[in-house]
């Protein structure tokens, strides 16, 4: 199973790579990139497009705000 930590580390602070490309990934934790999350058309494209290659299946609005809540703690 794919996990997150694939391309963004284990550390959400840190920047990560993508895998398959070997493309710079900004830092998930939003104190290392304040605007992760302020535009809502990207956000939602990012759970479209994630949420099933690591899942397996579209999150949940609860999943998709836990994990926002987890981000902005970091």
Do not use: W, Y
Request: proline share 9%; glycine share 6%.
């Amino acid at each position: 199973m794919a996990a997150c930590a694939s391309c963004h580390t284990p550390d959400p602070t840190r920047p990560g790579r993508h895998v398959k490309t070997g493309r710079e990934i900004e830092p998930m934790a939003v104190s290392a990139t304040p605007t992760r999350f302020t535009d809502p058309a990207k956000v939602e494209k990012r759970f479209s497009r994630d949420c099933p290659n690591v899942l397996g299946r579209d999150c949940t609005a609860k999943e998709k705000g836990d994990f926002i809540l987890f981000l902005t703690g970091q």
